[in-house]
């Protein structure tokens, strides 16, 4: 196959991207992988209108091309680009878009994870959903994820979920590192102000959409030993407010979502007792998010603080 395309038994991976087998052509997607992966392997030719196509990528390309990606609904909508999507709070907020109609990007560093989720939403919500790596401290990853997913059409709502890895225990200040600090700023406010910035001149151009970033109690309440995460978080909401405060105006809804990190705990559609026991379901929250992207522009929200009801 050309370079840069890596082959796998039930996606094709091309610049870091996956491809989902659902059906949202005439025939599906995965039909479509099916025959060029017959082909790489010398079990058959690829014909596109009774043409014979040698170079797998190209037939990929122009099969695309023959039919749109997205049902004139799905593309009504926009594209719901999730980024830092794992198995709890981002899975289900891309799960609950993905049943809601949306087109659904979802994006994060494990691509081999990532497309696990991607396929389990798609077949649950009979909807379409993309699964691109990105590594949010880096910039040149962001634009090229965002190339990936502005591909895909317009985004309407961004979700903006990540966070670098922090430890639960305190850190002396003479013991943090520069480059954990600036990782750290760079995947939580960095990474966000590099996301909103793509996808802000197609939602002003509409006249709407909406922007929604995950905080925490850092967020409002620094704590010794904790300097990454705070100062990362703080930052985050700086940048929330600065959006909000500028593009309301135009239509573009911005709002800053405090969640209790001890709180959210376990894995998404756990039994009443786990999620009584861990604390905050990530279904529950993910209602919240959807809620926020549906308001009515006459009382937006800014701002919301999560927190499960005293037990």
Same mark, same amino acid.
């Not at 890596?6 to 996956?18: A, D, E, F, I, P």
């Not at 077949?123 to 190339?147: G, K, P, W, Y």
């Not at 703080?234 to 909000?244: D, E, P, S």
């Not at 894995?267 to 905050?280: A, L």
């Given at each position: 196959m050309?370079?840069?395309i890596?082959h796998?038994?039930?996606?094709?991976?091309?610049?870091?991207?996956v491809?989902?087998?659902?059906?949202?052509?005439?025939?599906?997607?995965?039909?479509v992988?099916?025959?060029?992966?017959?082909?790489?392997?010398g079990?058959r030719?690829?014909?596109?209108?009774?043409r +014979? !196509?040698h170079?797998?990528f190209?037939? %990929?390309?122009? $099969?695309?091309?023959?039919?749109?990606? &997205? *049902?004139?609904?799905?593309?009504?909508?926009?594209?719901?680009?999730?980024?830092?999507?794992?198995?709890?709070?981002?899975?289900?907020?891309?799960?609950?878009?993905?049943?809601?109609?949306?087109?659904?990007?979802?994006?994060?560093?494990?691509?081999?994870?990532?497309?696990?989720?991607a396929?389990?939403?798609?077949?649950?919500?009979?909807?379409?959903?993309f699964?691109?790596?990105?590594?949010?401290?880096?910039?040149?990853?962001?634009?090229?994820?965002?190339?990936?997913?502005?591909?895909?059409?317009?985004?309407e709502?961004?979700?903006?979920?990540?966070?670098?890895?922090?430890?639960?225990?305190?850190?002396?200040f003479?013991?943090? +590192? !520069?480059?954990s600090?600036?990782?750290a %700023?760079?995947? $939580?406010?960095?990474?966000?102000?590099? &996301? *909103?910035q793509?996808?802000?001149?197609g939602?002003?151009?509409?006249?709407?959409?909406?922007?929604?970033?995950?905080?925490?109690s850092a967020?409002?309440?620094?704590?010794?030993?904790?300097y990454?995460?705070?100062?990362?978080?703080?930052?985050?909401?700086?940048?929330?407010?600065?959006?909000?405060?500028?593009?309301?105006a135009?239509g573009?809804?911005?709002?800053?979502?405090?969640?209790?990190?001890?709180?959210?705990?376990?894995?998404?559609?756990?039994?009443?007792?786990?999620?009584?026991?861990?604390g905050?379901?990530?279904?529950?929250?993910?209602?919240?998010?959807?809620?926020?992207?549906?308001?009515?522009?006459?009382?937006?929200?800014?701002?919301?603080?999560?927190?499960?009801?005293?037990?």
């Amino acid at each position: 196959m050309r370079p840069g395309i890596l082959h796998h038994s039930r996606y094709l991976y091309h610049h870091g991207m996956v491809l989902s087998g659902i059906s949202f052509w005439g025939r599906t997607l995965r039909c479509v992988l099916e025959d060029v992966e017959k082909a790489v392997k010398g079990q058959r030719g690829l014909l596109l209108n009774g043409r +014979s !196509v040698h170079d797998p990528f190209v037939y %990929l390309k122009q $099969s695309c091309k023959m039919r749109p990606m &997205c *049902s004139s609904s799905a593309v009504s909508k926009g594209i719901a680009a999730i980024v830092g999507v794992g198995p709890r709070l981002g899975r289900s907020i891309a799960r609950k878009f993905a049943h809601e109609g949306y087109t659904v990007a979802i994006l994060s560093r494990d691509l081999g994870k990532l497309s696990g989720y991607a396929e389990e939403i798609a077949r649950e919500a009979m909807a379409q959903v993309f699964a691109i790596r990105i590594d949010c401290a880096s910039t040149q990853s962001v634009r090229e994820a965002f190339e990936g997913v502005l591909s895909l059409g317009y985004v309407e709502v961004l979700v903006y979920n990540a966070c670098a890895p922090t430890s639960i225990n305190p850190s002396r200040f003479s013991d943090v +590192s !520069v480059d954990s600090f600036q990782t750290a %700023l760079a995947v $939580s406010a960095v990474g966000a102000f590099q &996301c *909103s910035q793509l996808v802000m001149p197609g939602m002003v151009e509409r006249g709407k959409g909406t922007i929604i970033f995950t905080g925490s109690s850092a967020s409002l309440n620094a704590s010794a030993g904790f300097y990454q995460l705070s100062c990362a978080k703080f930052a985050l909401r700086g940048l929330a407010q600065c959006l909000a405060k500028e593009y309301q105006a135009f239509g573009v809804h911005v709002a800053h979502v405090i969640i209790d990190a001890d709180g959210l705990t376990g894995t998404s559609r756990t039994s009443k007792e786990n999620q009584v026991q861990n604390g905050m379901d990530p279904d529950a929250i993910a209602q919240t998010y959807w809620h926020l992207h549906i308001q009515d522009k006459r009382a937006w929200t800014h701002e919301i603080d999560i927190r499960p009801a005293a037990s």
